[in-house]
């Protein structure tokens, strides 16, 4: 599973954008990356995920360089309830042993958004 | 309404007994996900299923066990093995595609176990 990078923490005024940066520089050629969401005591909620560009839904867009060796998610005009913990995932299956995953969240950004 | 359901939201053990979390899925997804979330940390896999019977361990499996013996539910029982069971257990349930890392998965809302 590629090592990710991500400031630990980030804080935000309401209706501003916000631009969260995870760092992928031993990506592999068949990677995606994926972001996911998660609030204070719950699981984790899927957002966005992407291959190269940009990938847009309702919530959030995902830019991607053309190296892949970063991504930047874009939550457009946040407000308090965008204040949680968001995780970059990226990889392929891989192998540590017989038949046994590695699959690892990192710690994540904590967004904070302030009225 | 469909989703993952995990039961009970807070739970709470004395040393040396082994506890079972329960999850179960209506979504229809063949595999299923345990994941264990220490306070300020990220999630780390405990254990993954992607088919009725079969199961792979995780990043940290030791002192975990589980059984897939309904596609609906994959029960985890924390055995008295585990050094340091107190944590945030997360189950997480997807459709089989490209790997357990791409396909979208689908999260309960959490066990928090205690031992004391």
């Known amino acids: 599973l590629a090592k990710t990078t991500q400031p630990i923490s980030m804080d935000s005024y309401e209706g501003q954008e916000v631009n969260i940066t995870c760092s992928h520089n031993?990506?592999?050629?068949?990677?995606?990356i994926t972001w996911y969401q998660q609030f204070p005591s719950q699981g984790p909620r899927f957002i966005i995920q992407?291959?190269?560009t940009k990938v847009t839904n309702e919530v959030a867009s995902l830019f991607i360089p053309a190296d892949r060796k970063s991504s930047t998610l874009s939550l457009p005009r946040v407000s308090l309830s965008d204040t949680a913990v968001y995780y970059c995932?990226?990889?392929?299956?891989?192998?540590?042993?017989?038949?046994?995953?590695?699959?690892?969240f990192g710690k994540g950004t904590k967004l904070s958004v302030i009225p | 309404d469909g989703g993952i359901t995990q039961s009970p939201k807070y739970l709470f053990r004395k040393e040396g007994q082994n506890v079972t979390l329960s999850c179960e899925q209506n979504?229809?997804?063949?595999?299923m996900y345990w994941y264990r979330q220490d306070p300020g940390q990220g999630l780390r896999l405990i254990y993954y299923s992607q088919i009725v019977n079969d199961f792979q361990k995780g990043d940290i499996a030791e002192g975990y066990s589980v059984s897939r013996e309904k596609k609906e539910s994959f029960p985890l029982t924390v055995t008295s093995a585990q050094k340091n069971p107190t944590a945030f257990y997360l189950c997480?349930?997807?459709?089989?595609?490209?790997?357990?890392?791409?396909?979208?998965?689908?999260f309960g809302p959490g066990t928090r176990l205690t031992v004391l």
């Open positions: 979504l229809n997804h063949d595999a």
């Open positions: 997480a349930s997807s459709i089989v595609g490209t790997s357990p890392s791409t396909d979208t998965q689908y």
């Open positions: 995932l990226v990889g392929d299956r891989t192998y540590s042993g017989a038949g046994s995953y590695q699959l690892t």
């Open positions: 031993n990506i592999a050629t068949n990677d995606y």
């Open positions: 992407g291959y190269k």
